[in-house]
Structures are given as C-alpha cells and as structure tokens.
C-alpha cells in the first residue's frame, strides 16, 4: 500500500480523497532532515520492496505532508509491527507476496483510525495481531534498535 497521496480540488484549492478535478499539492519541504531521511530508509528497507515504489518515491511524498515527522513515525510503527508480527506468528519467516502486501495493507488500516470490528473472518484475527504488534511496537522496537 502507497503513502495516501495527497490532493487538493483544482477549483476550491481545498484536500480531498476524490481523483476528478485534483492537482498535486505543492512540496512544502525541499528536502527532509537527515534524522527523517534515515527513518524513513529505515521503512523502506523493511517493507519498501512491498509498496511498488522506489525509494526516491517514497522520500519525495513525505515532501507533500505538511508535517512529515508524523508521517514517517507512523510508517515506522509499520515497519516496527510488520516485523514483529513475523517474530511472533511466523517464527521470521516470510509469506507469498500478496500476503505480505495484505499484511501491510491492515496494518496501514489499522493506523488510520479503522477499529478492528470493522474487519471480516480471517482478516479480523489478522487485524487483532496485527494491533497488538502496532500497539507494542517497543517490543518490535529492540529488534531493530540498530537502526535508531
């Protein structure tokens, strides 16, 4: 799953989700601070290969978010979860791809705001794992404490 891109109406220069009538926002950074650039390499080296972006795409749409050190520290959750799912549930190993991306996609979900009863069968006791990795990240954190 992609960063949200970020849109304004080309009419009303106000942000909206809807693809008709929308322009790129304008950067509001030039460049991200070097702390930021490496967490978010960070991310991509975790779970990048599964966004279907490269690694400049990526560092450039966090130039579109006003305040991109959420951003980032939200995707590092991410990553920090992603890999603690696998040390818990999946003994590290890896899945097929499109479970991989699946996995990534509830855990992107999940950190929008969705509760986890909005999930289905199978997707649900995915999304409940997935929570508590999100929520524990600190967990997850000493795993890849060389990385901060």
């Given at each position: 799953?992609l960063p949200?891109?970020?849109?304004?109406?080309?009419?009303?220069?106000?942000?909206?989700?809807?693809?008709?009538g929308?322009?790129?926002?304008?950067?509001f950074h030039?460049?991200?601070?070097d702390?930021?650039?490496?967490k978010?390499?960070?991310v991509?080296k975790?779970i990048g290969?599964?966004l279907?972006?490269t690694?400049?795409?990526?560092?450039?749409?966090?130039?579109?978010?006003?305040h991109p050190e959420?951003?980032?520290?939200?995707?590092?959750?991410?990553a920090?979860?992603?890999?603690?799912y696998?040390h818990r549930?999946?003994q590290n190993r890896?899945v097929p791809?499109?479970d991989e991306k699946?996995?990534?996609?509830?855990?992107c979900?999940?950190s929008s705001?969705?509760?986890?009863s909005k999930?289905?069968g199978s997707?649900?006791t995915?999304?409940?794992?997935?929570?508590?990795?999100?929520?524990?990240f600190e967990e997850?954190l000493a795993?890849?404490?060389?990385f901060?």
């Open positions: 799953m949200p891109m970020k849109f304004v109406n080309a009419e009303t220069g106000k942000p909206c989700s809807d693809p008709k929308i322009t790129f926002t304008r950067l030039k460049t991200l601070p702390g930021l650039l490496r978010t390499r960070f991509y975790i290969h599964y279907g972006q690694l400049e795409h990526f560092e450039a749409e966090f130039l579109r978010d006003m959420k951003e980032i520290l939200i995707w590092c959750r991410i920090i979860a992603w890999q603690l696998h549930h999946l890896l791809t499109k699946h996995l990534i996609a509830i855990l979900t999940l705001g969705v509760e986890i999930f289905k997707d649900k995915l999304a409940k794992r997935l929570w508590d990795c999100f929520v524990h997850g795993l890849t404490r060389k901060f």
